[in-house]
């Protein structure tokens, strides 16, 4: 565990050091090195600890509050995370690296001079809420995490959305904030032992974990982006710099996902069927609603944001299956589902860590996040664009790449619904499974929209057209998550049985046992109904048919090839075909006119010139977000009515000050007289 505690004082140095020489040209690689560095040696040590399934480490330190101290220990849990948490700052570091280099070469207002202290900071605060035992510590955690983060989507303030972005994220925060503050007071309950193994001791009644339970939705919730809660992550995540957004949006929402875990599954004791049944709910309405946000998004990385918001819904979705099948004590099921969303857990932060890096690397070349500025960059960067069709093969959930794995675990732990004895959770099941399938196939229209429009085609502009392929550090970065998400796709069984540990701790279970025992690259779950899956096979399957197609097609098709322009539709210029080539608005309008019509009040606005008059018609699309309608626009109202309210006690004299003093102390020794009783 002091090796734990040491990378992080290590990440503090590093930031410190950035901070003191952050105009100096080496200050970039000792930030990144270092952060590097530091994260590698802690997700080399999770792995060994879960591998090895010894005890847990744990540590006092004399620090925070006098009766409390700071508690720290990292179980399977926190291992599992910790893999997660720092094998995505390895691969943002070594990207970071080449993307501050590029922007520093290629913009004289490189705004990486603030990111470089920060970048640590943020880090170190995702490792310090991972391994903190106590509330106390596990809330300033959290905090700090919360405000390194602001911070760096504040580096870009000069971009015009970045204030409002800013702003909205630093409210949902803190209201974030309060909700876990809240749960974990009602955990504590009258004894006031803020440590997280007084908590497993005392299990609170009925009511109190009801309101935990709507609390850690909405404080971790908000954090991890659960509809409508999301409505400050399309804008935060895209205002950072690339590699910080691929940490926001894989890294960061990961570890919002793992405090519901240590709440749910871990500090509140045996569940009830009904937190299982809210929790699928939330998940469903998140990953429909989150990729149908995403199919209209023109933004790249505003695309990407509004993926991880579906993305985190399929995640949910796996924890509130495993919160019904351990409530109806079947554990290997519970095991099941909970292995589909560890999974889904890391797969998720390495592809999208993949893609936001390839926005990052599109951004470098052409200076656009714009798809309609975008076009033909599989020419002009052709490394970047193979890697960037494995993240979105990956997350359209393509075998035999490690996004369709975590899908085939979750489908089947819904498979496994007639295990259940509640037919009202059967239905639910039922329900939530289609809605996955339909968020499943929509992704993949998006993920084709996506890699269609920025890489295929032609240029669509004149810098598209020149674009010139990145550094090699960007390439290797995209390269590294690249790999994994192969290499987890074809052999996802090591990893899953890695995992074990935490399973056994959350569930008592896991989803292999002797009789099914399969060879390492078997993945055959007890409880997958006789169905298994086998990436070698389908890597091998999937080869040969790719051969065979196109040797078939080169003998087939006619050797004589004529070029010639295509006809343009009247345009005339030096390449009509990237006029009139379809742009993201018109890919995505059927599906925006078929679900987002109703859901988004979404309407095309075509301005078509009478005959004889020469301007070119328009087409403007506008739509409604209806969580902001329905949540943000009422509760910014309240706020400023309250804050006009609150104003006025500037205003006040001594007299008043004091007397507000002396009334608010009697209220709270009423309050601690009556919790005594």
Partial sequence: MGLVVSAIAFLFAVAVAGAAAKRLPQASTVVYGGTAGACALVALWAAVRLAEGGPDASLVLPVGLPWIQAHLRADALSAVFLIVVNLGGITASLFGWGYERAHHDSHAGSQDGPVLPLYPLFLAGMNMVLIAADAFTFLLSWEFMSLASWLLVLSTHREAETPKAARLYIVMASFGTACLLLAFGVLATVHGDYSFAAIRAQAPGAGAAALVVVLILLGAGSKAGLVPLHVWLPLAHPAAPSHVSALMS??????????????????????????GGVTMGFGALTAVMGVLYALMQDDVKRLLAYSTVENIGAIVIALGLALVFKAAHTPVIAALALAAALLHVVNHSLFKSLLFFAAGAMLTATGSRDLNRLGGLIHRMPTTAVLALIGAAAISALPPLNGFVGEWLLFQAILNAPALSEWSLKIEIAVVGAALALATALAAACFVRLYGIAFLGRPRSRAAGEAVEVGRAMRLGMAVPAVLCVVL??????????????????VEAGPFDGRAYQ????????????????????????????????????????????????????????????VTQYTASSFGQPIRRAFGSTVFRARDHVDMPAPGDTRPARLSVSWTDPAWVAVVVPLSRVVDWLADRANRLQFMTIRRYLTLMFLALVVLLVMVAVSQR
């Avoid at 894989?250 to 069927?273: N, Q, S």
Wanted: a neutral charge.
């Fill in 489 to 506: 796709g074809v052999l996802p069984t090591p990893l899953i049985r890695l995992f074990e540990p935490a399973l056994r701790l959350l």
């Fill in 250 to 275: 894989g890294v960061m929402t990961k570890v919002a996902v793992y405090a519901m875990i240590r709440v749910l599954f871990d500090l509140l004791g045996e569940p009830e069927w009904w937190w």
């Fill in 519 to 578: 060879p390492w690259f078997w993945l055959a779950p007890t409880s997958a109904i006789g169905n298994s899956y086998n990436g070698l096979i389908m890597l091998v399957v999937i080869g040969l048919l790719s051969v065979v197609l196109v040797l078939g097609i080169h003998r087939k098709a006619s050797d004589r090839v004529r070029w010639s322009i295509p006809w343009g539709c009247g345009f005339d210029g030096p390449d009509p075909a990237a």
